[in-house]
């Protein structure tokens, strides 16, 4: 068997299934995209979940992917053994209402055995103990005798969460050999030790789950299958463990090179190693997917995996800050399968040395407090720290709570984390007392679940303001309707529309739609998954009903003053890279038609001169009244052009790229002026901070200028 690199096993795996006829496409985003019920993408299938639901129609029946992979359940683990990791990668082949069984065991075994050329003689498949299907398949048509196939129970082979699709699942192992065995005579398949060791997982999605346990067939059946790239590394390059596995290894060996030390020589600082080696792979993603250090959400997972790093470091000896020179190790590694690590190079090194500094700044003395803690414990004769203590660490400090339990444990401490917790829900619910948001929807969420996805909006509304078109699809407050009267609140979905849907930054378009008599007064315009665009408002007069034709007309002012400052967003980020540097990078924005904001990356306060030179930048290609120019071309063909692009966006293959002269091209799908000139004049109101490592500014356009002087 050839000795496949990692990077030629996640080719070979998508050039496999781009034969077999599926959609080859690139990894999503580290960052989930619509779907709030994750912090970060933690599995192969969780990107395409709407295609699973039928919320979204996927490109192709079939799909192909190489998922990149953020777990921290069992972070705790991390460097203690060389089983766990944080960051993976997950190769995956989908069917979404096409092939099922028959192809996705053969496709399977074609590829492990045919494509890899793993030993057949070392591959056992499990199928679900009540799957006669999938057992005959294996058995009559590739040919596994009976006693080679497993059967095993739902929590091994049986994929649900609660109610929903589910189904059995069949997985294929492979025999490491006696070497990785427990020693017991009845170790086989399915024993906890590393001999047998699962490289393939078939989940056949067939049933509906009621929440009771009442399974029913479903119409279409789907197929998620997955493998772990590096575990097939694992196996393929015949080494003990992912740390063993060529791009992994590179840089585990650069841990020891900094630290002066080999690997296998000592078990405690190997579990530095492992955890720095690991953790740094994690952050690197992480950042190139836009992902800021921060003490909530998946910032604070970042910030964590950073300074459990930095700490390692530490322990291990290496002097001076080392994680921004560990992390191109890593983007070497692994830029082939995913060219954004390339593209964000100084970026990562600027985030990864920013954080690293204020670890160490604050380290030393927040090192300090917790040994004046210890010894007050100590006197008084208590093993645990206080809830309230160990939150000023987090917070005063900035000590992320395991951090704090990981000194704590070494030396025979605990701490009192529900305490923690509870000083956590306090801050929490003060900061919402003091920063309370509105969240308007035409209706409540759920009702817009019930709409099909064959339901879906074109926007028209690049050329022109006024459009008529036939009503598809009428939401009230609480439920699906086929008509709204005088005075109802609702949400009105037509087959094409002129009117902009909040989305990339840009506020929704207001205005009114029209049928006869009847008018609805358009307060928002919202986008909802599934290409649906849903005008929320009010009707103030007669009634409009599903199928009807009507006439949308959004506002020409608001539109024309929401253009000119989305247009200035473009030219203020070219004109912040120019003064700053190239590590500009967008981290939200707002466009309205009253003002604009932009949050960028970028590591310290504006001075008043680069404030100024930034806003004379603007006004200067505002005056030269640039042309303004939209291309839609392919994403590739997009980027090689230099077209910027938002960190974590999710792009069709197909994107507009509008460009301002000379001076400015990015990827967006907003509306903008014909000419720069249009903008008339630009004003920066402030410039403030607003998380580590990101800046906010806003500014002001045209007559809003004007008005600004004048007040």
Same mark, same amino acid.
């Given at each position: 068997m050839k000795e496949y690199g990692v990077n030629e096993l996640r080719r070979m795996f998508l050039d496999f299934f781009e034969s077999k006829d599926h959609l080859k496409m690139k990894s999503f985003s580290l960052v989930p995209h619509n779907d709030k019920s994750l912090l970060l993408i933690n599995s192969g299938m969780a990107p395409l979940k709407p295609y699973f639901t039928g919320a979204e129609i996927p490109p192709r029946r079939r799909v192909t992917t190489c998922q990149k992979?953020?777990?921290?359940?069992?972070?705790?683990?991390?460097?203690?053994?060389?089983?766990?990791?944080?960051?993976?990668?997950?190769?995956?082949?989908?069917?979404?209402?096409?092939?099922?069984?028959?192809?996705? &065991?053969? %496709?399977?075994?074609?590829?492990?055995?045919?494509?890899?050329?793993?030993?057949?003689?070392?591959?056992?498949?499990?199928?679900?103990?009540?799957?006669?299907?999938?057992?005959? &398949?294996?058995?009559?048509?590739?040919?596994? @005798?009976?006693? /080679?196939? $497993? /059967? $095993?129970?739902?929590?091994?082979? $049986? %994929?649900?969460?609660?109610?929903?699709?589910?189904?059995?699942?069949?997985?294929?192992?492979?025999?490491?050999?006696?070497?990785?065995?427990?020693? /017991?005579?009845?170790? *086989?398949?399915?024993?906890?030790?590393?001999?047998?060791?699962?490289? %393939?997982?078939?989940?056949?999605?067939?049933?509906?789950?009621?929440?009771?346990?009442?399974?029913?067939?479903?119409?279409?059946?789907?197929?998620? *299958?997955? =493998?772990?790239?590096e575990r097939l590394a694992v196996v393929v390059q015949n080494v003990d463990s992912i740390f063993d596995v060529d791009t992994v290894r590179a840089l585990r060996d650069k841990v020891c090179e900094y630290a002066r030390c080999e690997y296998k020589k000592d078990e405690k600082k190997d579990v530095s190693i492992r955890l720095i080696t690991d953790h740094i792979r994690s952050a690197t993603f992480m950042i190139s997917d836009g992902i800021m250090p921060a003490n909530v959400g998946r910032g604070y997972v970042l910030r964590r995996l950073i300074r459990r790093a930095a700490r390692h470091g530490r322990l291990l000896g290496i002097e001076g800050k080392f994680l921004a020179k560990l992390s191109e190790t890593v983007i070497e590694g692994s830029r082939d399968g995913y060219p954004e690590l390339e593209e964000k190079r100084e970026f990562i090194f600027k985030v990864l040395t920013q954080e690293e500094d204020k670890f160490n700044k604050t380290i030393d003395q927040g090192l300090g407090i917790l040994t004046d803690m210890e010894e007050s414990m100590k006197a008084a004769g208590e093993k645990t720290l206080s809830g309230a #203590?160990?939150?000023?660490?987090?917070?005063?400090?900035?000590? @992320?709570? #395991?951090?704090?339990?990981?000194?704590?444990?070494?030396?025979?401490?605990? &701490?009192?984390?529900?305490? $923690?917790?509870?000083? =956590?829900?306090?801050?929490?619910?003060?900061?919402?007392?003091?920063?309370?948001?509105?969240?308007?929807?035409?209706?409540?969420?759920?009702?817009?679940?019930?709409? #099909?996805?064959?339901?879906?909006?074109?926007?028209?509304?690049? #050329? /022109?303001?006024?459009?008529?078109?036939?009503?598809?699809?009428?939401?009230?407050?609480?439920?699906?309707?086929?008509?709204?009267?005088?005075?109802?609140?609702?949400?009105?979905?037509?087959?094409? *529309? @002129?009117?902009?849907?909040? =989305?990339?930054?840009?506020?929704?378009?207001?205005?009114?739609?029209?049928?006869?008599?009847?008018?609805?007064?358009?307060?928002?315009?919202?986008?909802?998954?599934?290409?649906?665009?849903?005008h929320v408002g009010h009707m103030t007069s007669g009634f409009i009903r599903a199928g009807d034709r009507v006439t949308l007309a959004a506002d020409a002012s608001g539109r024309a003053d929401t253009c000119k400052n989305h247009s200035a967003t473009h030219l203020l980020q070219k004109a912040l890279k120019l003064v700053l540097g190239n590590h500009v990078e967008q981290k939200g924005s707002l466009v309205t038609p009253d003002r604009l904001r932009f949050d960028f990356a970028h590591f310290q306060q504006m001075t008043a001169e680069e404030l100024s030179r930034v806003e004379d930048i603007v006004n200067e290609q505002i005056r030269t009244a640039l042309p303004v120019v939209t291309q839609v071309m392919n994403l590739e063909e997009a980027k090689k052009s230099g077209a910027m692009a938002l960190f974590d966006e999710k792009y069709a293959e197909d994107v507009r790229v509008v460009s301002m002269g000379d001076f400015s091209k990015e990827l967006c799908g907003g509306t903008h002026v014909a000419n720069t000139g249009m903008i008339t004049a630009f004003k920066i109101v402030s410039e403030s901070g607003i998380a580590a490592g990101v800046r906010r500014i806003e500014a002001l356009t045209g007559e809003g200028v004007f008005r600004y002087y004048r007040e």
């Open positions: 992979c953020i777990r921290t359940g069992d972070i705790e683990n991390v460097g203690k053994t060389a089983r766990h990791g944080t960051f993976f990668e997950m190769l995956g082949n989908f069917s979404f209402g096409d092939y099922f069984k028959d192809e996705a &065991i053969a %496709w399977s075994w074609e590829f492990l055995t045919e494509v890899v050329g793993l030993d057949p003689q070392r591959l056992y498949p499990s199928v679900y103990l009540e799957d006669d299907e999938a057992f005959e &398949i294996w058995n009559r048509k590739i040919g596994i @005798p009976a006693d /080679r196939i $497993f /059967r $095993f129970g739902k929590e091994d082979n $049986f %994929w649900e969460h609660g109610a929903g699709p589910c189904g059995p699942c069949s997985e294929v192992y492979y025999d490491r050999g006696e070497a990785y065995g427990c020693g /017991r005579p009845d170790c *086989t398949v399915g024993c906890d030790c590393d001999r047998y060791m699962e490289i %393939w997982n078939n989940v056949f999605t067939q049933f509906d789950n009621d929440g009771n346990n009442h399974y029913t067939e479903l119409t279409q059946k789907n197929i998620d *299958t997955g =493998m772990g790239l #203590d160990a939150f000023r660490l987090y917070d005063t400090y900035g000590f @992320p709570l #395991d951090l704090t339990r990981e000194i704590l444990e070494e030396k025979g401490y605990d &701490i009192d984390e529900a305490g $923690f917790q509870a000083c =956590m829900e306090e801050q929490r619910r003060l900061a919402q007392e003091s920063h309370e948001t509105t969240n308007y929807m035409g209706a409540d969420a759920t009702v817009y679940d019930g709409i #099909d996805a064959s339901v879906t909006t074109e926007f028209v509304g690049y #050329d /022109r303001l006024v459009h008529e078109s036939e009503v598809t699809v009428l939401a009230a407050e609480t439920e699906l309707t086929e008509a709204l009267s005088e005075g109802q609140r609702g949400t009105i979905f037509v087959k094409e *529309t @002129p009117f902009y849907a909040t =989305m990339g930054g840009q506020q929704g378009d207001k205005g009114v739609i029209t049928c006869g008599e009847a008018r609805f007064i358009v307060d928002d315009t919202v986008k909802l998954l599934g290409g649906k665009v849903g």
